[in-house]
């Protein structure tokens, strides 16, 4: 019978194994708790997309899931960094004297839907907004 538990909880399980990697990968970048609540979206959306990287066999063939469906992975696995990543993004600012600062330190979120492999979301703290940018400066932290 359609839409019954004996065939639902596969899904169901999945659900749950996406939602305690989003979290897992929140308690990894130490993302204060007042602020998981604006990220968590950001958090699962990722955890989503990543899930779709895994390896699985498919009548014999062993692929992504990506590969299986699409026949090819997303354009963004090229440029694959963690969430939480700490970075300065150059922030478009008119006139500025020589020595003050051109980039704002940001996390990195996820990746930009419709956009180069290279372009991701990144997080302001300060402003709580997340920027679609491509002008960033790895930290390395």
């Keep these: 019978m359609r839409d019954t538990p004996q065939y639902n909880h596969l899904v169901e399980f999945e659900f749950a ?6 979290r897992a990968m929140l308690v990894h ?10 990220l968590y979206r ?7 997309d990543l899930d779709g990287l895994v390896m699985v066999t498919v009548n014999g063939k062993r692929a992504t899931g990506y ?9 963004w696995t090229k440029y694959l960094r963690l969430f939480g990543e700490e970075e300065k993004v150059k922030m478009a600012i008119g006139t500025a004297a020589k020595l003050a ?3 704002v330190q940001c996390m990195m979120v996820g990746y930009a839907e419709n956009h180069d492999g ?3 979301l990144m997080w302001n703290p300060l402003t709580e907004c997340i ?10 932290r």
């Design 42 to 48: 950001d958090a699962f959306k990722m955890a989503t």
């Design 101 to 103: 600062d051109r980039g």
């Design 118 to 120: 290279d372009v991701y």
């Design 131 to 140: 920027h679609v940018t491509q002008d960033i400066i790895w930290l390395k």
């Design 29 to 38: 970048a130490n993302v204060p708790m007042k602020y998981q609540f604006h």
């Design 67 to 75: 590969q299986q469906v699409f026949g090819s992975n997303p354009w």
């Design 17 to 22: 194994a996406i939602g305690n990697k989003g």
